[in-house]
């Protein structure tokens, strides 16, 4: 299938060849709200057909980021190969709940395209905000789901890279070197002391922190489990919690999803109060599903080095990424303080000795 080089180029002769459903009057787009869809270009597409009948009012579209910054970084990862690749392989093999996929498609020059579900009379939750406990029960049930889904059953998923010794890894670790200057320049304000005085140190254990998460058991990490991915229920026939942007997924050690959460979205107040009882959580939901090699002790432990390595995704997004717009601006901020007060907290820096 055709993809459009911009939203201007979405005709709904081009829409009908994607769903194959009928026949469309009119197509209106309307962009998506500022701060959402960083790394891509959204838009809701209200839908006019000649028969209305059981047809959807309107889809959503991702296109790549018309921002230069992002979408060269977005390249660099390979992150709409690895979305487009993650509805088309992946989505169908958990019932952890993401948008349908209705049409797909990604080229050699990394333009691509999703045609998905409109779930946008859901509740987008907000990272500037931070998860309250509610949200952060929801989430990391979510996470027993898609984490059980996948636990050791992804030997036959080539695409997807490991969390460490892989090109992704080393992207990850050249990223947070190169991205460290521009954190400090812009977010400053918001790094601890100790860890900047660390920097140097840190930067050499990266390799070693992307080990210790990529041991056995292994499962399907989200890689971006953040709060503004985050979709709550609003109606009744709402599930509770949908999970979108799967740009990032990795293979690994879940705990990375749990610490990325906790540590980059959660209020701090409600981070510091119930963390251990939210690990409980996690780890014992686990069991429930049926997994029986993941003991609460070691997940507490791997939440720590977690909670640690969560500072090399937050200084390659906040260090190599445009914020692009005050509300980047204040999530990046939020994340970069949040998980540098967590980090202290738990005496994380402990472990790079």
Known sequence: MTIPESMADVSPQWVEECVGWGKLKNINLVPMGEGVGMMSSMSIIELEWEDSKDMPSSLVLKLAAENDTNRAVSQQFNLYLKEVSYYKDLAPRT???????????????????????????????????????????????????????????????????????????????????????????????????????????????????????????????????????????QAPEHDALLVVDFQGPLKGNGIHDVAYLLSHSAKTDVRREHERDLIERYANGLITAGIKDYSVEKAWNDYRVGVLYSWTVAVVIAGTMDPANDRGFAWMSKMVERNGLAINDLNCLDLLD
């Open 95 to 233: 019932t952890a709940r993401s948008p349908l996929v209705y049409a797909s498609e990604i080229d050699e020059e990394h333009n691509f395209f999703l045609l998905m579900e409109d779930v946008s009379s859901y509740r987008m939750g907000s990272q500037v905000e931070g998860a309250t406990l509610e949200e952060c029960e929801l989430c990391i049930d979510f996470l027993v789901n898609l984490h059980a889904s996948f636990w050791n059953q992804l030997s036959d998923v080539e695409w997807l890279p490991n969390m460490s010794g892989s090109d992704n890894a080393t992207n990850m670790a050249l990223g947070c070197e190169a991205g460290w200057p521009q954190l400090q320049e812009i977010f400053g304000e918001f790094v601890p002391d100790n860890i900047e005085a660390m920097r140097e140190r840190y930067l050499a254990a990266i390799p070693t922190l992307q080990a210790k998460l990529d041991q056995y058991p292994k499962t399907l990490i989200h890689g971006d489990f953040r709060m503004d991915n985050m979709l709550f229920g």
